[in-house]
């Protein structure tokens, strides 16, 4: 091995060099990102709706990066004087199976500098390494790290925040039941049909290489299901509510349950080796069910939290600076949960459902503007630019590992589990539900089944050994085409089972509720009130004391806090602000109980953001993830006694 000399300074040619390779990449993801808007624009003018945002960028990031593959910049580079380690730079060449790869580490006490080169073709012999490297497609390759800590956040805020509560509430036993249980018999039984045919040895290799430790991670990460591109086609199509309710609501949750779930079976990895663990097996449960209630409570406390000081305080008067601490709050809902070692995607998910519910309401009219666009932009952005890089991904990843029979197995295995999952549990849940989920409401969710991006970065994520990297090709085939048949074919599915289109609310429901509120309400009346909110005797009991309690302790609407703890005394004072005791005496409340944010329970977007600021349904881009666009107009003010003080 040839010595190396040390030294002290990285090379500047190296540091201009990663520099002007951040701008090409960024400039790639920028430029496909454009393309995709105005095509985005004219299907939309000409209402193709078989053609969704995530597929245009999934196809135009396919095609970059081929572009890239063919044409990029290929070099050779003599590396005889580059492997072996010295002071102050370490270098690691692994050569067990292509591609080869290179890692350099520049550290000399202040500064460190990492770089990992993927190789396709090399010869070494005692003095001499001759490698093929093609700069910028190793340059473009996917960082799960930028994924998750910087995309990731907004678009799961969004979901939160932009949330319907009304349908979201009224299904949300059906939607637990569907993200908790049904995504882990879909883990369950996605590694368990690719366990056997594993084991079956028709693919050379995979018998020694997959234990059932490998296929539950892989039916862990593919569990999360991601169906974007169908519930843009539901909003602009206004599907029937309860049905969007359902994909969505699964969807988000499903989500958080999905990594929680991963990060629980990555528990058990000291024990994969054993046939099986009790300690392993427990710990891993104790570890599902403590990341996610520690990452609930922290959401909520931030969320909470941002609600008192936006009531307590006059920011109100300074839009600028309301709008960047709501910002910064819901961040750090997130950074707080990965730092206390949970997972932030639970953290901000929870955290937009409490902000959406009670700091919105502290807001000022401008703030509350800002603050939807800022992260209804940023999701449609952040969305924009994951899809993207997937299709990048295909082409500039050279280690993509292809094992034909594996991949058409977990077709077979997700389709599946998606069915284990879909019909069992619904047949369970119509036993005591009221309102039953149809027959073709269940097709119709097995077939919004999508995987997106998380599964595609959870993959990428871990993606060392043979193994890993066979379940990285899988899963981006995966995303491809869920992504370009399942969702370019969801008008037709519509049609063939022939679900309703255009409901834009429960109109009669809300005529009925209006009429209610400009009663005297009574038993009889709150009882039939009852009825119509679709909650159980679980769920009108919370709103119930939402309203008595937790309304006028967090916000400025409703009773003061001080009547609604006269026993806390000169601390209910101090809760009162000023804003919220001016608004109870000029008895010029916005909101009351049987509004949009109680019983109407479900007009949420004019709550967050005034009507005349909002989009109409006819500029066609869709809201992002779990969004209706909601064009009805506010409703009036209504002035009342508290109805449930009965």
């Known amino acids: 091995m040839t010595d190396i000399t040390p030294f002290t300074d990285p090379p500047t040619d190296i540091v201009s060099e990663q520099s002007t390779e951040l701008a090409i990449i960024l400039l790639i993801v920028v430029g496909l990102i454009w393309i995709s808007i105005v095509t985005l624009y004219i299907v939309k003018a000409f209402y193709i709706r078989f053609v969704t945002t995530p597929a245009i960028s999934l196809l135009y990031g396919v095609f970059a990066g081929l572009i890239i593959k063919l044409v990029g910049v290929s070099v ?86 932009d949330l319907k509560k009304k349908h979201f509430f009224r299904n949300i ?40 430790f490998e296929c539950l991670l892989f039916g862990a990460l593919i569990s999360a299901t991601d169906p974007v591109t169908v519930l843009a086609i539901f909003a602009e199509l206004n599907v029937d509510v309860d049905l969007y309710a359902l994909i969505f609501g699964e969807s988000v949750m499903n989500d958080a349950v999905a990594i929680v779930l991963f990060d629980s079976v990555l528990a058990y990895a000291p024990y994969k080796n054993a046939t099986f663990s009790a300690v392993g097996f427990l710990s891993c449960v104790g570890e599902f069910f403590l990341t996610f209630i520690g990452s609930f409570l922290i959401g909520t406390f931030t969320g909470l939290l941002t609600s008192m000081i936006t009531k307590l305080t006059r920011l109100c008067d300074f839009p600028t600076m309301e709008t960047s601490l ?30 959406a519910h009670y700091t919105s309401r502290n807001l000022s009219k401008e703030s509350r503007t800002r603050v939807f666009e800022l992260f209804e932009t940023l999701n449609f952005l952040a969305e924009n630019f994951v899809f993207s890089y997937i299709g990048l991904f295909l082409f500039t990843y050279d280690g993509h590992i292809w094992r034909p029979g594996f991949i058409v197995c977990s077709f077979l295995a997700i389709g599946i589990a998606r069915l284990v999952n879909v019909f069992p549990l619904a047949g369970l849940l119509n036993v005591g539900l009221r309102q039953k989920i149809p027959c073709k409401f269940q097709l119709m969710m097995w077939w919004a089944g999508l995987r997106g991006a998380i599964a595609f970065a959870l993959a990428a994520e871990y993606s060392e050994g043979e193994p890993r990297r066979i379940i990285l090709t899988t899963t981006l085939v995966i995303v491809l085409a869920t992504v370009l048949v399942n969702g370019s074919t969801t008008t037709t599915v519509l049609e063939l089972l022939r679900i309703r289109v255009g409901i834009t609310e429960d109109t009669e429901t809300d005529h009925i509720i209006n009429e209610l509120a400009q009663k005297n309400v009574g038993d009889e009346d709150l009882h039939a009130l009852q009825e119509q909110s679709g909650l159980g005797e679980i769920g009108w009991r ?105």
């Open 76 to 161: 050779l580079e003599p590396k005889a004087t580059t492997i072996g380690t010295c002071d102050n730079v370490t270098y690691n060449f692994s050569t067990e199976t292509l591609p080869y790869y290179l890692t350099t580490e520049f550290n000399n006490g202040s500064t460190v500098l990492r770089r990992v080169y993927a190789y396709t073709d090399t010869l070494i012999n005692n003095e001499t390494a001759i490698v093929v490297i093609n700069k910028l497609s190793e340059a473009l390759q996917f960082d799960p790290e930028i994924f998750f800590y910087i995309l990731l956040p907004p678009i799961i805020f969004f979901a939160g925040y």
């Open 173 to 212: 036993g059906s939607i637990l039941m569907f993200a908790f249980i049904g995504t882990t018999i879909s883990a369950f039984v996605v590694a368990a049909v690719m366990w056997l045919y594993c084991q079956t040895g028709m693919e050379a290799g995979l018998k020694e290489e997959f234990i059932f």
């Open 326 to 355: 709501f910002f910064l709050m819901s961040y750090a809902s997130f950074l707080l949960s990965e730092a206390a070692g949970f997972t932030g995607i639970v953290g901000i998910l929870f955290c937009a459902i409490t902000q």
């Open 542 to 646: 919370f709103l119930k004391a939402d309203y008595n309690y937790l309304v006028p302790l967090f916000t400025i609407e409703g009773q003061t806090t001080q009547k609604a703890f006269p026993w806390c005394g000169a601390l209910g004072r101090w809760l009162t602000s000023d804003r919220h005791a001016d608004a109870q005496e000029s008895e010029t409340d916005d909101v009351s109980i049987l509004d949009d944010n109680y019983q109407n329970f479900g007009r949420d977007t004019e709550a967050i953001i005034p009507a005349e600021h909002r989009r109409s349904q006819s500029d066609g881009i869709p809201r992002g993830r779990g969004s209706i666009q909601n064009t009805a107009a506010a409703p009036e003010a209504i002035s009342m006694d508290n109805p449930f003080s009965k």
